[in-house]
């Protein structure tokens, strides 16, 4: 090569490379302009709704504005959370297929995966201008304010979506890639714009091509779901109806910011909350003092830790986080094997999926209508269960365990981990006892829990750091955003589903099953666990969820008993590898190869399945307390 040819090919190389150092460096100034806002909104709304409940309940004055003021906050907070977790790539995606392929068809997959999103953003963003314009003539009822306030949050985060996904592509740095991803991508909604005409005589055939075949490829293709939901809607009521488009952006605005839908927020801020100020350290510290002496004690611990972080935490990620580095150390040096270790970890994950304030009831409540008290209530009982069957499965794995180095705490000792557990065992207690007793809504008491938890951690703990409130804002702001999408775009999926006709279909088809209630729940759980692994547990009970809770009063079913059925099933799918994307999170938790828990964790999905179907053949142990 000669000097004048090396001298040109450095130059190719360093301007092919300025693009994506340039891209990274506007990201990185965009990033604080998002996340500072987001986390401020949050912290207003605690503020808020706790300004409320001590104003009604300490001094029976009720501030009427605090409700609005939330549900137009929220919907602001929800869409700058959807924009920071697509700019950290953290919207829910299957990567399970995408994982193990060669890193060129990766990367391209990666690439779709952005191109994807900015394809929905194009389509919504007009429609989404249009339902800004329609909610300007309509004024809040208490503050008398346009509520094109809040409608605005919508055209403004896709917005915010698209300058994203263009820096995005810009750093991917793979030009070939992000080049053959956009035109796919162009190609495919081209493709489907073309044959409109033909589409529009199909019929509910166009149910299949939509919502199964186009979604189907999204998923597997590891779109992100939300986007993929979203992308299919618009598709088909554009494409095979007469509707217009803008009632996808009004359903996705009523499902991302339903008031109730609020605690999914502000719970997983309470979970981060307890594990940085040592609550969740004090009550595994007191149950290994109590269990770790005997066989397999310390898995009785985890699986009893999970229990307890999970009716104050609402977060699965959080609950995980909170246990696994306080316990995997002394279980890994007892010997235990890290493959049954992460295995148990997940399939505790699944276990505590009904133990409120669990997410997954909170929205399951706001989908489907059924009281969130009563859900709160009837998730205790099959939670322990559960816990049984994956103990006797421990027993049984651990009992010739040699403990003769394991020394029996004393007493004293056991008293003293007890003394100082006392704070942190009793916040579940002050949760529940909050709402059975009027005191605040389900909404409303997570801020309850972050008061009490901050008391806890200044004035009992002594562990709190202020430098960590920022980073946890944000990361609640992300996660919460991550869902609130997923729930809107599968609420305008749901609509279209409901419109077509399928529900009906559906309903007839469930009803006039032989067998009666057995078969109907027998066929709900194979359902459940194969939607739990592909459609990550919330979007399969957000979408299927008000199609599905009739038909199961219909059939006799009683709603709670129903939703811990559904709720268990969706757990042992969300956590059972291959695709089950909560396995992976326990093994990112724990640092442990996933390939290391395959052989371990089947023993314990059985364990599940198996209490899963006591549960559903026993429907007094989810109605028991009601």
Known sequence: MTPATDLQSRALGYRSAALPRLASRVSAALRPIVEVPAALILLVEITVLFTGIVARYVFQSPLVWTDEVA???????????????????????????????????????????????????????????DFVSDESFVSTPVLEISNAWRAAAIPVGLALMAVVAVLRLAAEGGMRHVVGACLAVAAVMGLLVAVAPTLGSLGNLNLLIFFVGLVGLMVLGAVPIAFAFGLATFGYIALTTTTPVDVVIDRLSEGM???????????????????????????????????????????????????????????????????????????????????????????????????????????????????????????????????????????????????????????????????????????????????????????????????????????????????????????????????????????????????????????????????GIPTFLAVNIVAFIILGSVLEGIPAIVLFGPLLFPIAKQVGVNEVHYAMVVILSMGIGLFAPPFGVGYYSACAVSRVNPDRGMRPIAGYMVALLIGTIVIAAVPWISTVFL
């Open 71 to 129: 549900e137009i906050l929220f919907l602001w907070l929800a869409m700058l959370g959807s924009v920071i977790a697509f700019q950290r790539g953290e919207h829910m995606r299957m990567t399970a297929i995408a994982s193990r392929l060669p890193p060129g068809p990766r990367a391209f997959l990666d690439a779709v995966a952005i191109a994807a999103p900015l394809a929905f953003v194009a389509v919504a963003l007009m429609p989404a201008y």
């Open 257 to 515: 910011s339903h008031l109730i839908l609020l605690a999914i927020p502000l719970f997983v801020f309470l979970g981060l909350l307890i594990e940085m100020t040592g609550m969740a350290r004090a009550m595994v510290g007191f149950l290994a003092a109590l269990l770790g002496h005997v066989r397999g004690g310390l898995h009785y611990v985890l699986v009893g830790a999970m229990y307890l972080v999970s009716g104050i935490s609402g977060s699965k990620a959080a609950d995980m986080a909170a246990i696994a580095p306080v316990l995997f150390p002394e279980m890994k040096a007892r010997g235990a094997d890290e493959g049954d270790l992460v295995a148990l970890l997940a399939a505790t994950g699944a276990q505590t999926e009904t133990i409120p304030p669990s997410i997954v009831l909170i929205t399951i409540g706001s989908v489907t209508g059924v009281s969130i008290t009563a859900l709160f209530t009837g998730g205790l009982l099959p939670g322990v269960v559960l816990g049984i069957t994956l103990c006797a499965l421990v027993w049984w794995r651990y009992r010739g365990e040699d403990m003769s180095q394991a020394a029996r705490p004393s007493a004293r000792v056991i008293g003293q981990t007890f003394v100082v557990a006392v704070p942190a065992l009793a916040l579940p207690f002050v949760i529940r006892a909050a709402v059975i007793e009027g005191v605040a809504t389900a909404t409303e008491v997570s801020t309850i829990g972050i008061a009490y938890s901050v008391m806890a951690g200044l004035l009992i703990y002594r562990r709190f750091d202020w430098s960590r409130i920022y980073p946890m804002l944000v990361t609640t702001a992300t996660l919460s955003g991550a869902i609130l999408l997923i729930i809107g775009t599968a609420t305008g999926m749901a609509w279209a589903l409901t419109q077509s006709g399928f529900s009906s279909a559906l309903a007839a088809f469930m009803t006039g099953l032989p067998g």
